[in-house]
């Protein structure tokens, strides 16, 4: 009954479109965003793409710069220009999150896009004609990345190929530029992790979907949020939070290495036997080394999880929003 209730409004009512856009430390490029987006909600408004009352929430993910004033001040001139201010810094996804819940109560579908606008907003169009059309999440993604250094192209191949191979339900070349539905806004804010990976979230909930392919653009003012730590960082979180995969990527390294101790244990007799090696010495310093190595992999492995286990039994917020702007 529910999806057929948004389905109704997707074909026949201008929606109330949210704009999302979570912000750390981004004054430089800020003003020329604001301007951007609200013209864009002019343009689609007179188009009759969207209803009137579409607005643009910038979430402050606690920056430390003038970041909240500027929101504030674009506020008072403009009042579909809103705001959520974390008390202090909490992380993209949540400041997502905090924005679809925001939006979730007077938008019928929302648009989460970074605030450096790298990702083409000419598609947001398409995007809106395809959630007419039913799609409950529509995916921008990545068809040209050649704005990219070979580094960040090179890794995130990897990244994308690596959560594939552990069965992680993720898209190549989508990063969070996507539309959801009031449907699947509702939908996401069931799942009560304190750690989660939106990436992997809206692909595994199965529902209907669409893609939209974008030419990535260079960055035209600010400095990147993600440097190489900051990557690795949600390369990590992404993997351990889309499969339990690597705790059984651990069991199968450690029958590969009994099977390698064996074959070892073998040729140390046979050279023994034939006297052409110091007894002892090199199989013991070899089995040492390899076993040593692997166990401080699976250790490391376990402790990733318990980690997990560890902050999401404590039950704490995800984050604390200190200043709204309606």
Same mark, same amino acid.
């Given at each position: 009954?529910?999806?057929?209730?948004?389905?109704?409004?997707? /074909?026949?009512?201008?929606?109330?479109?949210?704009?999302?856009?979570?912000?750390?430390?981004?004054?430089?490029?800020?003003?020329?965003?604001?301007?951007?987006?609200?013209?864009?909600?002019?343009?689609?408004?007179?188009?009759?793409?969207?209803?009137?009352?579409?607005?643009?929430?910038?979430?402050?993910?606690?920056?430390?710069?003038? $970041?909240?004033?500027? *929101?504030?001040?674009?506020?008072?001139?403009?009042?579909?220009?809103? #705001?959520?201010?974390?008390?202090?810094?909490?992380?993209?996804?949540?400041?997502?999150?905090?924005?679809?819940?925001?939006?979730?109560?007077?938008?019928?579908?929302?648009? $989460? *896009?970074?605030?450096?606008?790298?990702?083409?907003?000419?598609?947001?169009?398409?995007?809106?004609?395809?959630?007419?059309?039913?799609?409950?999440?529509?995916?921008?993604?990545?068809?040209?990345?050649?704005?990219? $250094?070979?580094?960040?192209?090179?890794?995130?191949?990897?990244?994308?190929?690596?959560?594939?191979?552990?069965?992680?339900?993720?898209?190549?070349?989508?990063?969070?530029?996507?539309?959801? /539905?009031?449907?699947?806004?509702?939908?996401?804010?069931?799942?009560?992790?304190?750690? *989660?990976?939106?990436?992997?979230?809206?692909?595994?909930?199965?529902?209907?979907? /669409?893609?939209?392919?974008?030419?990535?653009?260079?960055?035209? /003012?600010?400095?990147?949020?993600?440097?190489?730590?900051?990557?690795?960082?949600?390369?990590?979180?992404?993997?351990?939070? #889309?499969?339990?995969?690597?705790?059984?990527?651990?069991?199968?390294?450690?029958?590969?290495?009994?099977?390698?101790?064996?074959?070892?244990? #073998?040729?140390?007799?046979?050279?023994?036997?034939?006297?052409?090696?110091?007894?002892?010495?090199?199989?013991?310093?070899?089995?040492?080394?390899?076993? #040593?190595?692997?166990?401080?992999?699976? *250790?490391?492995?376990?402790?990733?999880?318990?980690?997990?286990?560890? $902050?999401?039994?404590?039950?704490?917020?995800?984050?604390?929003?200190?200043?709204?702007?309606?």
């Amino acid at each position: 009954m529910e999806t057929r209730r948004v389905q109704t409004i997707q /074909s026949k009512t201008p929606p109330v479109l949210a704009v999302i856009l979570p912000c750390y430390n981004e004054e430089a490029v800020l003003p020329s965003t604001i301007e951007t987006i609200v013209a864009l909600l002019d343009k689609m408004t007179d188009d009759g793409r969207i209803s009137a009352g579409s607005f643009a929430l910038f979430v402050d993910d606690g920056s430390l710069d003038a $970041t909240w004033d500027i *929101i504030a001040a674009h506020h008072r001139a403009d009042a579909r220009v809103r #705001g959520l201010k974390f008390a202090g810094n909490a992380g993209q996804q949540n400041a997502l999150l905090a924005g679809m819940a925001a939006a979730e109560r007077q938008a019928d579908c929302a648009i $989460t *896009i970074d605030v450096d606008l790298q990702d083409d907003i000419s598609v947001i169009p398409e995007m809106l004609r395809l959630f007419h059309a039913g799609s409950h999440i529509v995916y921008g993604v990545r068809g040209d990345r050649t704005s990219d $250094t070979w580094f960040k192209r090179t890794t995130a191949g990897m990244f994308y190929t690596c959560m594939r191979l552990l069965g992680a339900p993720v898209i190549p070349g989508h990063s969070d530029f996507r539309l959801v /539905s009031k449907f699947a806004m509702r939908a996401v804010s069931g799942y009560p992790e304190s750690r *989660i990976f939106l990436r992997s979230i809206f692909p595994g909930m199965k529902m209907r979907s /669409s893609r939209v392919y974008y030419a990535r653009k260079a960055r035209t /003012s600010g400095e990147t949020k993600y440097p190489l730590r900051r990557l690795l960082s949600v390369a990590l979180h992404g993997i351990a939070d #889309g499969s339990p995969a690597p705790l059984r990527l651990a069991a199968v390294l450690s029958i590969a290495t009994l099977f390698f101790a064996l074959l070892q244990t #073998g040729a140390s007799l046979v050279a023994y036997f034939s006297g052409n090696a110091i007894p002892g010495w090199t199989s013991l310093m070899l089995i040492t080394l390899y076993l #040593g190595s692997v166990q401080l992999f699976c *250790i490391a492995l376990l402790g990733e999880y318990l980690a997990r286990v560890f $902050t999401e039994v404590k039950r704490r917020p995800r984050y604390i929003i200190e200043k709204e702007l309606r």
